[in-house]
Nanobody, 126 residues
Framework: QVQLKEYGGGSVQAGGSLTLSCKAS????????MGWFRQVPGKEREFVAA???????????LYADSAKGRFTLGRDNAQNSMYLQMKNLEPGDTAIYYC????????????????WGQGTQVTVAS
């Protein structure tokens, strides 16, 4: 089963930018739709963005309303990786960000994803 690892978390001032990466352990990554979720203590895991698997005709991207216009999601298939470019970050974006994979089409719900990374912390100071 593919394994996922996130990179790129850290601390930034409000208005700043960060790019998160998620690297998969094997080429079968290209057969999975991928997503980013985030979670803060005491709250449920929240959808951020998702992208369709490589084999689909036409790339489908989904974004949470909070991410639209600020976050950009893409895949680097040669590197078995996915990235999330985050701009104009706000204190409300502070969370642990998780990478996830699922067979089939991208979905908004965490329970639809079968494989998860361990997460990376993003902290946005006001």
């Amino acid at each position: 089963q593919v394994q996922l690892k996130e990179y790129g978390g850290g601390s930034v001032q409000a208005g700043g930018s960060l790019t998160l990466s998620c690297k998969a352990s094997e080429r079968s990554f290209n057969s999975y739709s991928m997503g980013w979720f985030r979670q803060v203590p005491g709250k449920e895991r929240e959808f951020v963005a998702a992208i369709s698997r490589v084999e689909m005709i036409g790339t489908e991207r989904l974004y949470a309303d909070s991410a639209k216009g600020r976050f950009t999601l893409g895949r680097d298939n040669a590197q078995n990786s996915m990235y999330l470019q985050m701009k104009n970050l706000e204190p409300g974006d502070t969370a642990i960000y998780y990478c996830a994979a699922r067979p089939g089409s991208p979905r908004y719900t965490a329970a639809d994803y079968t494989t998860w990374g361990q997460g990376t912390q993003v902290t946005v100071a006001s």
